[in-house]
């Protein structure tokens, strides 16, 4: 079974820093490109970044751009979110998401399995 | 920077009557256009991906159609389990992608 576990959310004051980990089971995670998207309270989804299969090509959304880093470890099955300088607006349940690889089109693929997420609190 | 638009906002329907959720793009995303429903407390779950295609143990009342920039989600016939929120996320500049603000659908 395909799971994904986001951990590593909390209070955090306006400047700091958090690192968000997702760890991956169920799936060859390797094989896998990911993302997190993130869902401020009570409000739509957002895309926060992408990262490739291996680790080596990263994009990011204009809002965390310069401040958040994606990175991943395949030997352990986890992805992880470095963020810095959070703001107030940074305030949101981040989810990890996984690229399908059977629902592409063209190879652009949607998101076929989420995590829970993890809530994280931008405030003083 | 594509916006998606995503009418109505909140959509009050009864079980058993038929629903239209639409998805405007401000350029055109071809067919690279996918549907999420999420439930409250929950993770979004993919419903159609390439516009019109349903994912694998969607169930057939739930249809995708359209192309370029404007996008229909329709649902035949509404279960009590359907009342949610429905965003729509488009692709067509990969891997950058953004999604609509949602439609809530809610029971009348």
């Known amino acids: 079974e395909v799971q994904l576990v986001e951990s590593g959310g909390g209070l955090v004051q306006p400047g700091g820093s958090l690192r968000l980990s997702c760890g991956a089971s169920?799936?060859?995670?390797?094989?896998?490109?990911m993302n997190w998207v993130r869902q401020a309270p009570g409000k739509g989804l957002e895309w926060v970044s992408y990262?490739?299969?291996?680790?080596?090509?990263?994009y990011y959304g204009d809002s965390v751009k310069g401040r958040f880093t994606i990175s991943r470890d395949n030997a352990k099955n986890l992805l992880y979110l470095q963020m810095n300088s959070l703001r107030a607006d940074d305030t949101a349940v981040y989810y990890c998401?996984?690229?399908?690889?059977?629902?592409?089109?063209?190879?652009?693929?949607?998101?076929?399995?989420w995590g829970q997420g993890t809530l994280v609190t931008v405030s003083s | 920077e594509i916006v998606l638009t995503q009418s109505p906002a909140t959509l009050s329907l009864s079980p058993g009557e038929r629903a239209t959720l639409s998805c405007r793009a401000s350029?055109?995303?071809?067919?690279?256009l996918a549907w999420y429903q999420q439930k409250p407390g929950q993770a979004p779950r993919l419903l159609i991906y390439?516009?019109?295609n349903r994912a694998t143990g969607i169930p057939a009342r739930f249809s995708g159609s359209g192309s370029g920039t404007d996008f229909t989600l329709t649902i035949s016939s509404l279960e009590p389990e359907d009342f949610a929120v429905y965003y729509c996320?488009?692709?067509?500049?990969?891997?950058?992608?953004?999604f609509g603000g949602g439609t809530k659908l809610e029971i009348k």
């Open positions: 998401a996984r690229e399908t690889q059977i629902y592409c089109i063209n190879g652009v693929c949607p998101f076929d399995y």
């Open positions: 169920g799936f060859t995670f390797s094989n896998y490109q």
């Open positions: 990262i490739d299969s291996s680790g080596s090509t990263m």
């Open positions: 350029q055109s995303v071809r067919s690279y």
């Open positions: 390439g516009a019109s």
């Open positions: 996320q488009q692709r067509s500049n990969w891997p950058l992608l953004t």
